[in-house]
């Protein structure tokens, strides 16, 4: 059964840090692992979706990392500022499962001014 | 493109009536819709993968008799909770898929009173 893990639960960081936040998965048959924003009681703004034969994606001060064989994705945001703070999940889908997500508990992330 | 939109944004009900929860893809069509709760601080677990023109597909534990989904078109899919009861409060979810990643509704806040 597909398991995923984010760590930390919690983070927060003055302005201006960069800062790395971990997503790990069980099993490595996958089909794409995403990373998505929340806000506070909204829904989900996908940031960047890694194919499982990709290494990375970045979009602007996001880069996502992918290692299939280890079961590891990390998110990396350079230059943090307040408007950052925000829920950070990760998602994989996994093969054959009709594209059902299996999310992470996610990273609840606060960038002070 | 790829938007998905969610209806209503909050709903209060008293315990024993029904909800209905609509999720629309604006611009384009979808096969397949999924739903997803998420209670505070935790993360979305899906409830069921929605199927147009078939019999949604529910994950164990979900009760297919008390949320009902129905997704008669490509671009409509809805949920009804009925008999609503004080523990069915939560943050409700959907998403769709456009082939390349999903796209997820805002979400409806269910407060069961």
């Known amino acids: 059964k597909q398991e995923v893990t984010q760590i930390p639960a919690a983070l927060s960081v003055p302005e201006g840090e960069n800062l790395v936040l971990n997503c790990s998965f069980t099993d490595s048959a996958i089909y794409n692992l995403q990373w998505f924003r929340q806000d506070p009681g909204k829904g989900l703004t996908s940031l960047l979706l890694?194919?499982?034969?990709?290494r990375e994606q970045t979009s602007g001060r996001l880069n996502a990392s992918l290692d299939k064989s280890s079961g590891r994705s990390t998110l990396y945001i350079a230059a943090s500022q307040p408007g950052d703070s925000a829920t950070y999940l990760c998602?994989?889908?996994?093969?054959?499962?009709?594209?059902?997500?299996?999310f992470g508990q996610g990273t609840e992330l606060s960038v002070k001014p | 493109g790829a938007v998905v939109s969610q209806h209503p944004s909050r709903v209060i009900c008293k315990s024993g009536t029904s909800v209905k929860i609509e999720c629309r893809s604006l611009?384009?069509?979808?096969?397949?819709m999924f739903w997803y709760r998420q209670f505070p601080k935790q993360s979305l677990m899906l409830m069921a993968t929605s199927n147009e023109g078939s019999k949604a597909t529910y994950e164990q534990g979900v009760e297919k008799d008390k949320f009902l989904i129905n997704h008669a078109s490509l671009t409509l899919s809805t949920l009804t909770v009925t008999s609503a009861h004080p523990e069915d409060s939560s943050f409700y979810i959907c998403?769709?898929?456009?082939?390349?990643?999903?796209?997820f509704g805002s979400g409806t806040r269910l407060t069961v009173v």
């Open positions: 998602a994989v889908e996994i093969y054959n499962q009709g594209g059902k997500l299996i």
């Open positions: 998403s769709a898929s456009k082939g390349y990643g999903y796209t």
């Open positions: 611009d384009f069509q979808a096969t397949t």
């Open positions: 890694i194919q499982s034969s990709q």
